[in-house]
Protein backbone atom coordinates (compact mmCIF):
# COMPACT_ATOMS: atom_id res chain seq x y z
CA UNK A 1 0.00 0.00 0.00
CA UNK A 2 1.32 3.22 -0.95
CA UNK A 3 -0.44 6.38 0.89
CA UNK A 4 1.31 9.96 -0.68
CA UNK A 5 0.48 13.60 1.10
CA UNK A 6 -1.05 15.79 -0.74
CA UNK A 7 0.91 19.36 -2.14
CA UNK A 8 1.80 21.91 -0.28
CA UNK A 9 -0.96 24.50 -0.55
CA UNK A 10 -0.38 27.51 -3.25
CA UNK A 11 1.64 30.56 -3.31
CA UNK A 12 -0.59 33.72 -2.46
CA UNK A 13 -2.86 34.83 -4.97
CA UNK A 14 -3.94 31.63 -6.28
CA UNK A 15 -7.46 29.88 -6.01
CA UNK A 16 -9.21 30.04 -2.91
CA UNK A 17 -11.58 27.39 -1.67
CA UNK A 18 -14.64 27.49 0.78
CA UNK A 19 -14.77 25.66 3.09
CA UNK A 20 -16.09 25.41 6.93
CA UNK A 21 -13.05 26.16 7.91
CA UNK A 22 -12.50 29.34 6.34
CA UNK A 23 -11.65 30.36 2.55
CA UNK A 24 -8.26 28.00 2.20
CA UNK A 25 -5.68 27.67 -0.84
CA UNK A 26 -6.54 24.99 -3.51
CA UNK A 27 -7.66 25.00 -6.93
CA UNK A 28 -11.32 23.96 -7.28
CA UNK A 29 -10.62 22.94 -10.58
CA UNK A 30 -8.67 19.97 -8.94
CA UNK A 31 -11.94 17.56 -8.48
CA UNK A 32 -11.92 14.29 -6.89
CA UNK A 33 -15.19 12.76 -8.30
CA UNK A 34 -16.67 9.83 -5.58
CA UNK A 35 -18.05 7.09 -7.88
CA UNK A 36 -20.56 6.65 -4.92
CA UNK A 37 -21.30 9.56 -2.97
CA UNK A 38 -20.56 9.29 0.95
CA UNK A 39 -22.96 7.78 2.85
CA UNK A 40 -25.63 10.67 4.40
CA UNK A 41 -24.19 12.99 1.54
CA UNK A 42 -25.67 11.16 -0.79
CA UNK A 43 -26.13 14.28 -3.59
CA UNK A 44 -22.66 15.44 -3.06
CA UNK A 45 -20.19 13.60 -5.54
CA UNK A 46 -17.30 16.42 -6.60
CA UNK A 47 -14.90 17.09 -3.51
CA UNK A 48 -11.62 19.00 -3.88
CA UNK A 49 -8.70 18.54 -1.37
CA UNK A 50 -7.44 21.65 0.19
CA UNK A 51 -4.26 22.45 2.93
CA UNK A 52 -3.35 25.33 5.27
CA UNK A 53 -0.55 25.72 7.54
CA UNK A 54 -2.98 25.99 9.95
CA UNK A 55 -4.73 22.58 9.37
CA UNK A 56 -1.90 20.85 9.34
CA UNK A 57 -1.21 17.89 9.96
CA UNK A 58 -5.03 17.59 8.62
CA UNK A 59 -6.11 18.40 5.12
CA UNK A 60 -9.73 19.38 4.24
CA UNK A 61 -11.87 17.56 2.11
CA UNK A 62 -14.27 19.59 0.47
CA UNK A 63 -17.21 18.88 -0.88
CA UNK A 64 -18.23 21.41 -3.75
CA UNK A 65 -22.22 19.92 -4.54
CA UNK A 66 -25.06 20.81 -1.94
CA UNK A 67 -24.30 20.72 1.19
CA UNK A 68 -20.78 21.08 0.57
CA UNK A 69 -19.98 19.51 3.59
CA UNK A 70 -16.19 20.59 5.08
CA UNK A 71 -14.51 17.22 6.29
CA UNK A 72 -10.75 17.20 8.02
CA UNK A 73 -8.72 14.06 6.46
CA UNK A 74 -5.71 12.72 7.30
CA UNK A 75 -3.25 9.99 6.23
CA UNK A 76 -4.09 6.87 8.37
CA UNK A 77 -0.65 5.84 8.51
CA UNK A 78 0.50 8.50 10.75
CA UNK A 79 -2.33 7.83 12.80
CA UNK A 80 -1.72 4.28 13.04
CA UNK A 81 1.34 3.20 11.48
CA UNK A 82 0.71 -0.46 11.66
CA UNK A 83 -2.53 0.26 9.37
CA UNK A 84 -3.06 -2.08 6.85
CA UNK A 85 -5.70 -0.83 3.70
CA UNK A 86 -7.96 -3.61 2.18
CA UNK A 87 -9.17 -3.14 -1.36
CA UNK A 88 -12.14 -5.38 -2.30
CA UNK A 89 -11.15 -6.96 -5.42
CA UNK A 90 -13.00 -4.95 -7.59
CA UNK A 91 -11.13 -1.96 -5.58
CA UNK A 92 -8.55 -1.04 -8.30
CA UNK A 93 -10.99 -1.88 -11.37
CA UNK A 94 -13.40 0.74 -10.39
CA UNK A 95 -11.01 3.47 -9.22
CA UNK A 96 -9.64 2.59 -12.91
CA UNK A 97 -5.95 2.45 -11.59
CA UNK A 98 -3.44 0.40 -12.99
CA UNK A 99 -1.44 -2.04 -10.36
CA UNK A 100 1.55 0.76 -10.20
CA UNK A 101 -0.91 3.59 -9.99
CA UNK A 102 -0.50 4.98 -6.37
CA UNK A 103 -3.28 5.43 -4.68
CA UNK A 104 -3.83 8.28 -1.78
CA UNK A 105 -5.77 6.96 1.45
CA UNK A 106 -7.54 9.24 3.53
CA UNK A 107 -9.54 8.72 6.75
CA UNK A 108 -12.49 11.22 8.33
CA UNK A 109 -11.34 13.04 11.08
CA UNK A 110 -14.08 13.90 13.98
CA UNK A 111 -13.43 16.62 16.52
CA UNK A 112 -15.72 16.98 19.43
CA UNK A 113 -15.98 19.86 21.80
CA UNK A 114 -12.83 20.17 23.86
CA UNK A 115 -10.57 18.81 21.50
CA UNK A 116 -11.21 14.91 21.60
CA UNK A 117 -10.60 13.66 18.54
CA UNK A 118 -11.25 10.44 16.41
CA UNK A 119 -10.69 9.11 12.82
CA UNK A 120 -12.85 6.73 11.35
CA UNK A 121 -10.12 3.59 9.79
CA UNK A 122 -13.27 1.40 9.43
CA UNK A 123 -14.26 3.53 6.49
CA UNK A 124 -11.09 5.00 4.72
CA UNK A 125 -11.74 7.35 1.45
CA UNK A 126 -9.07 6.26 -1.47
CA UNK A 127 -7.86 8.20 -4.20
CA UNK A 128 -6.57 7.25 -7.28
CA UNK A 129 -4.96 10.78 -8.11
CA UNK A 130 -4.18 9.90 -11.32
CA UNK A 131 -7.64 9.44 -12.43
CA UNK A 132 -9.29 12.10 -10.56
CA UNK A 133 -12.02 9.28 -8.92
CA UNK A 134 -12.23 8.40 -5.59
CA UNK A 135 -14.45 6.57 -2.79
CA UNK A 136 -15.16 5.14 0.66
CA UNK A 137 -14.82 1.94 1.55
CA UNK A 138 -17.50 0.26 2.92
CA UNK A 139 -17.92 -3.49 4.08
CA UNK A 140 -18.51 -5.14 7.39
CA UNK A 141 -14.89 -5.32 8.35
CA UNK A 142 -14.82 -4.53 12.00
CA UNK A 143 -10.50 -4.89 12.23
CA UNK A 144 -10.65 -1.31 12.65
CA UNK A 145 -12.29 1.20 14.69
CA UNK A 146 -14.82 3.58 13.44
CA UNK A 147 -13.53 6.18 16.24
CA UNK A 148 -9.76 5.46 16.50
CA UNK A 149 -8.64 7.93 19.13
CA UNK A 150 -5.92 11.04 17.77
CA UNK A 151 -4.07 12.48 19.60
CA UNK A 152 -3.47 12.04 23.57
CA UNK A 153 -6.29 13.33 25.77
CA UNK B 1 -42.26 0.64 1.71
CA UNK B 2 -43.50 -1.54 -1.13
CA UNK B 3 -44.12 -5.28 1.04
CA UNK B 4 -43.82 -8.33 -0.91
CA UNK B 5 -44.38 -12.06 -0.03
CA UNK B 6 -41.96 -13.88 -2.01
CA UNK B 7 -41.14 -17.33 -1.69
CA UNK B 8 -37.68 -19.43 -2.75
CA UNK B 9 -36.12 -18.68 -6.14
CA UNK B 10 -38.58 -15.85 -6.52
CA UNK B 11 -37.39 -12.26 -7.30
CA UNK B 12 -38.64 -8.73 -7.40
CA UNK B 13 -37.35 -6.16 -9.98
CA UNK B 14 -35.99 -2.54 -9.25
CA UNK B 15 -35.98 0.03 -11.60
CA UNK B 16 -33.77 -1.15 -14.67
CA UNK B 17 -31.25 -3.86 -14.15
CA UNK B 18 -31.60 -4.66 -10.21
CA UNK B 19 -32.98 -7.99 -8.72
CA UNK B 20 -33.57 -9.17 -5.71
CA UNK B 21 -33.97 -13.08 -5.36
CA UNK B 22 -34.74 -15.10 -2.39
CA UNK B 23 -32.15 -17.62 -2.32
CA UNK B 24 -32.79 -19.72 0.93
CA UNK B 25 -35.07 -19.41 3.31
CA UNK B 26 -33.92 -20.01 6.99
CA UNK B 27 -35.23 -20.46 10.60
CA UNK B 28 -34.10 -17.12 12.05
CA UNK B 29 -32.59 -15.48 8.29
CA UNK B 30 -33.30 -15.32 5.11
CA UNK B 31 -30.31 -15.69 2.28
CA UNK B 32 -30.83 -13.04 -0.57
CA UNK B 33 -28.87 -12.78 -4.35
CA UNK B 34 -28.62 -9.42 -5.26
CA UNK B 35 -28.02 -8.44 -9.19
CA UNK B 36 -27.21 -5.04 -9.85
CA UNK B 37 -25.26 -2.74 -12.22
CA UNK B 38 -21.38 -2.22 -10.85
CA UNK B 39 -21.85 1.39 -10.15
CA UNK B 40 -25.23 0.86 -7.93
CA UNK B 41 -23.42 0.54 -4.32
CA UNK B 42 -25.09 -2.56 -1.85
CA UNK B 43 -24.80 -2.37 1.37
CA UNK B 44 -25.89 -4.01 4.76
CA UNK B 45 -28.54 -1.62 5.83
CA UNK B 46 -26.91 -1.44 9.44
CA UNK B 47 -23.32 -1.05 8.30
CA UNK B 48 -24.75 1.72 5.78
CA UNK B 49 -26.33 3.20 8.13
CA UNK B 50 -23.27 3.39 10.78
CA UNK B 51 -20.58 4.90 8.14
CA UNK B 52 -23.66 7.77 7.54
CA UNK B 53 -23.86 8.36 11.37
CA UNK B 54 -20.19 8.88 11.42
CA UNK B 55 -19.46 10.52 8.44
CA UNK B 56 -22.32 13.40 9.55
CA UNK B 57 -20.63 13.74 12.61
CA UNK B 58 -17.13 14.11 11.29
CA UNK B 59 -18.40 16.72 8.99
CA UNK B 60 -19.99 18.40 12.47
CA UNK B 61 -16.66 18.60 13.48
CA UNK B 62 -16.29 21.47 16.38
CA UNK B 63 -14.54 24.03 14.26
CA UNK B 64 -13.70 26.10 17.15
CA UNK B 65 -11.10 22.62 18.62
CA UNK B 66 -10.15 22.11 15.04
CA UNK B 67 -7.24 25.24 15.27
CA UNK B 68 -5.59 23.85 18.34
CA UNK B 69 -6.18 20.20 18.23
CA UNK B 70 -3.97 20.93 14.84
CA UNK B 71 -2.11 23.32 16.89
CA UNK B 72 -1.24 20.63 19.47
CA UNK B 73 -0.53 17.66 17.06
CA UNK B 74 2.16 19.56 15.24
CA UNK B 75 4.52 20.52 18.71
CA UNK B 76 3.88 16.83 19.51
CA UNK B 77 4.30 14.28 17.06
CA UNK B 78 1.41 11.97 17.08
CA UNK B 79 1.34 9.64 20.33
CA UNK B 80 2.22 5.91 17.69
CA UNK B 81 1.06 2.76 18.96
CA UNK B 82 3.42 0.10 21.12
CA UNK B 83 4.65 -2.09 18.43
CA UNK B 84 4.01 -5.66 19.35
CA UNK B 85 6.81 -7.57 20.59
Redesign the interface.
Same mark, same amino acid.
Given at each position: MTSILPLPPEPAGAAIVET??GPLPGDPRQVVLM??P????ESCRRYVLVSSA?????TCLQGLDEPR????VIDPL?????FQAVLPA?GRR?LEADDDDPLLWLT????????Q?SV?L??PVVVNARRMIGM?L???DTTYS??HP???A | MLVFTRKRDEAIVIGDGIEIRVIRIGRDSVRIGITAP??V?V??HE?????? !??? &????A??? =?????? !??? &??A?P??? =?KP?P
Open positions: RFLDLPGFDLDPFPSFLVVEPTDRLVRVEEGGANRAQISPIELGS | KDPHRIYALIC !AAN &LSAASHK =ASVESL !AKR &LRVIER =AT
